[in-house]
């Protein structure tokens, strides 16, 4: 099936994969000691990538960018079958790979490839270079023995290196030279569609703007399309037509590139850009500093994945309180979640966090009773024995389970899974933002 330039080519709809979080014997046993009786049976899993839903066209760049640990590569190898899908489906060219196995599989392979982030690991030692570009060809039956030698030879060139290398062993190679040979074993099945995960991310920078051009070059050449994976959105901005943002297995924003970096709307995103160094010495303090950690993805956030580490988390609409006071309790409700300040008395901690005045109503009492929790000026609290220490880690249990309850899992962020269309500001690309601030623009 042959597809114009700006055809859907790959369209990615509620993918999922889940790993079992531990194997052996008691994997599947859990001890509660809060309840009766305390064992439970059960697998957890880790939600690495979950419903994520995207479309790439003939011929375009999607960058796929986010922290370490997020989901990206698993999201890559799940769409090129290098791993089998929890749920969802992997429309190329209208056929589902998701549904596909065995020699149906094998054949499609031809049209989609792989560069691996580690140049060095993904070739085999043992191989000689033409060896290594002409095995893909020789596993799907393309050309005689001369033809894939001539073939090889000619990709050699095209990365910009030479055909005389083709006797080389890898370990005679510098890494940039590693990841030209990656690209010439991807390229030599004439395949639509390439993943390229951090393929650059090893390589000195110098050398990184040389594949990265090399690429861009092939892509123009071949037709390729690429979905490219990086953590360096100075790397994401340089190559990539359009940008998903990925968080904690999820997809929170989607747009043209000039469009994403020129005008984020997701908090998450406006983080990460915030996050790049500037050449200014001029500038002092930190840039982008996210509060808290990544949740585990065993056991996410519901609704918004980032809303735990949020800088505008929605209020919930059960109480009626200023922007302000929803400010203070916000930042008081992560600070005791976080414990990131010692016990003090009850008027200390009112003046810190709120200025002396708590939020009106029912929200002031909820944090008046956090702050009774905690405070060193009341009964049973203080410092010395064992028995204090105990005591003082149940009211910090208790206090963070009480704002919680009464306040972030309240708001809508923890209750509905947000997807919204944005305006865009530059140019008419969709603008997707998975961020309930937009949730009065509908």
């Known amino acids: 099936m042959d597809l114009e330039q700006g055809e859907t080519l790959l369209e990615v ?5 889940y790993f079992q979080s531990d194997s052996g014997l008691f994997a599947s046993i859990n001890v509660e000691r809060d309840r009766f009786p305390p ?6 899993h880790v939600k690495a990538v979950d419903d994520v839903s995207f479309e790439i066209e003939m011929g375009e760049t ?16 799940t769409i090129l079958r290098l791993l089998d899908p929890t749920d969802g489906t992997i429309r190329f060219k209208g056929e589902d790979l998701a549904e596909m196995s065995g020699e149906e599989l094998r054949r499609k392979r031809s049209e989609i490839q792989m560069i691996f982030q580690d140049p060095q690991s993904s ?10 570009i002409e095995e893909p060809m020789r596993a799907h039956d393309m050309f005689d023995d001369e033809g894939r030698e001539a073939r090889a030879k000619e990709l050699l060139e095209k990365v910009g290196l030479d055909p005389h290398h083709y006797n080389r062993y890898p370990h005679a190679f510098s890494g940039g030279q590693r990841q030209r040979i990656n690209l010439a074993r991807a390229l030599s099945v004439d395949p639509d569609f390439v993943v390229c995960d951090e393929p650059v991310s090893a390589l000195d920078v ?6 990265l051009n090399t690429m861009e070059e092939l892509q123009e050449e071949f037709g390729l399309t690429y979905l490219f994976i990086a953590h360096d959105l100075s790397v994401i901005r340089h190559i990539s037509d359009r940008v998903a943002v990925m968080y904690l297995g999820h997809v929170v924003e989607v747009a043209d590139k000039t469009e994403l970096f020129e005008n984020p709307q997701h908090p998450y995103t406006k983080a990460l850009l915030e996050s790049i160094p500037v050449p200014d010495p001029r500038e002092n303090g930190a840039r982008g500093v996210l509060e808290g950690e990544v949740p585990s993805p065993i056991d996410p956030p519901s609704g918004c994945r980032f809303r735990t580490r949020c800088p505008r988390l929605i209020a919930p609409d059960a109480y009626d309180w200023t922007d302000e006071e929803w400010a203070q309790t916000r930042a008081f409700m992560r600070a005791v979640k976080r414990r990131t300040f010692e016990p003090m008395r009850a008027a200390e901690m009112e003046a810190e966090f709120f200025g002396g005045d708590l939020p009106r109503g029912e929200a002031g009492n909820v944090v008046a009773e956090a702050i009774d929790l905690l405070a060193t000026d009341r009964e049973g609290t203080g410092n010395g024995d064992d028995g204090v220490d105990a005591h003082e880690s149940t009211a910090w249990e208790t206090a963070t389970e009480r704002l919680l309850t009464a306040f972030a899992e309240r708001s809508i962020c923890a ?4 997807a919204y269309e944005v305006e865009s500001a530059y140019g008419d690309g969709e603008h997707f933002s998975a961020c309930h601030l937009h949730r009065d623009d509908r």
Request: hydrophobic letters at 30%; one cysteine or more.
């Open 206 to 211: 110098s050398i990184q703007a040389q594949v």
């Open 415 to 418: 209750r509905e899974r947000p």
């Open 62 to 77: 999607l960058g796929l960018v986010g922290e370490s640990g997020c989901g990206k590569s698993t999201l890559g190898r």
């Open 39 to 44: 064992v439970s049976f059960g697998v957890d």
């Open 13 to 17: 709809d509620g993918l999922t994969k």
């Open 123 to 132: 070739l085999d030692p043992r191989m000689k270079v033409g060896q290594i």
